[in-house]
């Protein structure tokens, strides 16, 4: 097993909550990989979580800050800063919330003032954070940004409301950015569309267990766990991947390619042959 993938590293992880989030296996991933770490999050999530507890397993300090905040994460990048004595290397971004989904509110009954909440903590906070990194020039060269997307983005997905918008647009951040990032500082910024996980934002979404087994199904290699996903992101920190940037790249068992698998056919043909399941009209919603 390639072992210090990341010695000598530093970073900041944005979105560690509790050990079913993905940044909090992120976390444990790097250390193991001999990185350095600033933990983050807002007050709030830090106040509700248990996100001290990886600080001290992982040896990272917890600096709060509110992502959607420009003030904030200048203060986070000036601390970080001081605290490592330079600047980092790598940066994670894995924030994502929507009012809508939590009041249950559908898609085409939307609040527009949440809509604009959805946006701007899940979407426009990355733009913010690669802003003021970079008018702070907080990364080094051939540093790694990562953001936490989902295949919402370009296919629809029932249940996964508005934020299907702001991972599109946070993809979109990850390609404009990148440009820019990669033309001045060599630095890459990339987006992983990860299989469906139950994590504490994710257990929100409705039918989200529905979705989990028709993925594991349809995705040949069933779907991808949180550490597995950890893992990978770790070879986009490291100097490995130094010529990956703009990318979104699938990290989904392959159910991003597939069409129909033979085991939801099977699903679907014995649906359509039951004969005490209710009227396809029933089933619309």
Known sequence: MVTNLLKGKKGI????????????????QAHEQGAQMVLTNTPVAIRMG???????????????????????????????????????????????????????RDYDDLD??????????????????????????????????????????????FGYNDMAEAKAMLESIARSFG???????????????????????????????????????????????????AQFIITLFSDLTRKITMQNIYHDGGFSSMGMSSKAMQMYTRSLNCKDCPPEEDLSS
């Not at 992880?13 to 444990?28: C, M, Q, T, Y």
């Not at 060269?141 to 983005?153: D, E, K, N, Q, T």
């Open 179 to 229: 440009y820019i990032y990669g033309r001045d500082k060599q630095i890459r910024i990339n987006t992983v569309s990860q299989s469906p996980v139950k994590t504490t934002a994710g257990s929100g979404v409705r039918g989200i267990d529905g979705l989990l087994d028709f993925t594991n199904r349809t995705s040949p290699l069933g779907n991808a766990s949180a550490k597995e996903c």
């Open 13 to 28: 992880i944005f979105g560690a909550l509790d050990e079913r989030s993905i940044a909090w296996k992120v976390a444990e």
């Open 50 to 104: 248990s996100i001290d507890a990886l600080a001290g397993q992982t040896g990272s300090i917890v600096i709060p800050a509110d992502a959607t905040s420009v003030k904030d994460l200048g203060v986070l990048f000036n601390q970080t800063r001081e605290h490592f004595g330079g600047k980092v290397d790598f940066i994670l971004h894995s924030i994502g919330m929507s009012l809508n989904v939590r009041k249950k």
């Open 112 to 157: 527009y003032n949440y809509l604009q909440k959805t946006l701007d903590i899940s979407a426009v906070s990355f733009h913010k954070v690669l802003q003021v990194a970079r008018k702070q020039d907080a990364i080094n060269r051939w540093g790694s940004v990562v953001a936490l997307s989902y295949i919402a983005a370009q296919r629809t997905l």
